[in-house]
């Protein structure tokens, strides 16, 4: 069967088509993330090479110096986002861009309201990535082999994001992804190499892989071409200018830099990397483990709770390197499940390279970087609540309810998830949860001995309870416990 008959018109999945139309018609103040999305999808798509190529070479196809390049075509108006990494097959692109199968799909939708300034906000919080691609070009085209297969095997993907695209299969002899943006009318800002260097290095600087563009250098003149007057000058052919190669990036893994060496910028473009996210997180620990296991750890807690927060089988947010080389991005067994929002890296340099899922399972090294990160992220969290009030109450409404599964979860933390655990109490009369157990020790009447509680599905159920009636008398305050883990949390306690 020939090239040309494998190609074919297909319609988007309706949420993406309602996605699509938000990118296009959406109003951007910051339509240079595009470049950061695509820039992190293709450095994932090596990281992914990298970590299959350690049990079979042959992935690299004799190209293993991965890399990413940028460049721009002024007369086509074009800009292209290209890698060497591990490429797609036909069947992955229309999963991963013809479709959106992802957690929180549906609320995502529901919580959309048709303004644009708070929609476009949303869209940052859902997480958009190869999407972004239309807030700044009007066609798309992506052109990928997957690292491995026969060089007919090549994909083209294309669509002007108005509910079709098509899709053929092409020939290509290198592996990787391509990503041509025909650019809109107005955008030609994005046509000039200073400004696309000043983008990389504002925003993907912190990409351990190289970020390479073209540049133009005069070649230097040499002594005996040294030109005495102007006639001489003028029947001297000017030289013509060389291309070569320059790495736009720093190009190294933040991670392992020192941590005076990392500005908070740093900190917070990396983190809307890892973390796939528009907004700056709320806090972030870094820190280094030495000895016999050692690792380095540089996690985050965003600013607002993900689409599928709830969603208690998606994939965690922390990824696990070895010795910088990407593991695996479902590390469960880095991050229990009730800290599922934590999002960041942990690199550990005592693990073999081509560590298992069942060497995850049942290593001890991964037990006790699992403990020592854990104890990080509580850590962090006791100092917001300590330190950092207003940021603590953002943390807590956004994923309080979540670090209340630790109490039944993590027994051996229990008493520090205990502390940073909020509540309603009867002392006020609104909702809010601000009271902390050391709030309501401190406020305990002379001779209160107990910690008092009421559970109710809401607040003003408890606030009516006719239970409270004889503490009333005594003027004992109570905690309010609502929820769907009222009852395991009140358990526990007890």
Do not use: C
Not at 94 to 117: C, D, M, P, R, Y
Not at 267 to 288: C, E, I, M, R, T
Not at 369 to 393: C, F, H, P, T, W
Not at 438 to 466: C, H, L, W
Request: glycine letters at 6%.
């Amino acid at each position: 069967m020939t090239v040309d008959a494998h190609k074919e018109t297909l319609g988007f999945q309706t949420e993406v088509k309602h996605l699509l139309h938000l990118m296009i018609h959406s109003l951007y103040s910051n339509k240079e993330i595009f470049l950061r999305e695509l820039i992190s999808n293709a450095s994932d798509a090596a990281d992914k090479l990298r970590f299959l190529a350690l049990t079979d070479e042959r992935l690299y196809e004799g190209d293993s110096d991965l890399k990413i390049r940028i460049a721009f075509d002024k007369e086509k108006r074009t800009v292209s986002i290209s890698d060497n990494g591990i490429g797609m097959t036909r069947a992955e692109v229309q999963e991963n861009i013809g479709t959106i199968a992802k957690s929180g799909t549906k609320q995502f939708f529901e919580a959309l309201t048709g303004e644009q300034a708070k929609d476009s906000e949303l869209i940052g919080q859902f997480g958009v990535g190869f999407y972004s691609a239309f807030i700044v070009a009007d066609k798309v085209t992506l052109t990928t082999r997957k690292a491995g297969s026969a060089i007919d095997e090549g994909t083209r993907w294309e669509s002007s994001g108005e509910g079709e695209y098509t899709i053929e299969a092409v020939e290509t002899d290198k592996h990787g992804t391509e990503i041509v943006l025909h650019l809109k009318d107005g955008e030609d800002e994005f046509l000039d190499g200073y400004r696309l260097r000043s983008i990389i290095r504002k925003f993907s600087d912190h990409i351990s892989l190289p970020i390479v563009m073209d540049k133009e250098v005069m070649p230097p003149m040499a002594d005996d071409e040294t030109v005495d007057g102007e006639a001489d000058a003028e029947n001297k052919a000017k030289p013509e200018p060389e291309i070569v190669e320059e790495t736009v990036n720093t190009a190294s893994a933040l991670w392992t830099r020192a941590r005076q060496d990392i500005s908070e910028d740093d900190y917070n473009q990396f983190y809307k990397h890892v973390g796939h996210d528009y907004q700056d997180p709320l806090a972030y620990v870094h820190s280094k483990v030495e000895g016999n296991n050692e690792y380095t750890l540089l996690l985050y807690v965003p600013s607002h709770a993900p689409f599928d927060l709830w969603d208690r089988d998606t994939k965690h947010g922390v990824k696990l390197y070895v010795r910088k080389v990407f593991i695996t991005d479902d590390a469960e067994q880095i991050m229990p499940r009730y800290l599922r929002f934590i999002k960041g890296i942990v690199d550990a340099n005592s693990l073999p390279l081509n560590v298992s899922r069942e060497i995850l399972q049942q290593s001890k090294q991964i037990s006790t970087i699992k403990s020592g990160s854990v104890k990080k992220v509580l850590g962090m969290l006791e100092n917001l609540a300590k330190n950092e009030a207003e940021k603590y109450e953002t943390f807590w409404t956004e994923f309080g309810a979540v670090l209340k599964e630790g109490i039944v979860e993590d027994y051996s933390n229990k008493e520090r998830i205990a502390k940073l655990l909020r509540f309603s109490s009867t002392h006020t009369d609104n909702s809010k949860q601000d009271v902390s157990l050391e709030d309501y020790v401190s406020r305990m009447q002379e001779g209160q001995e107990k910690i008092y509680y009421v559970t109710a599905d809401s607040f003003s159920a408890a606030k009516n309870s006719p239970h409270l009636e004889i503490f009333r008398k005594k003027r004992y305050r109570s905690l309010i416990v609502i929820g769907s883990y009222r009852r395991m949390v009140s358990q526990q306690f007890n």
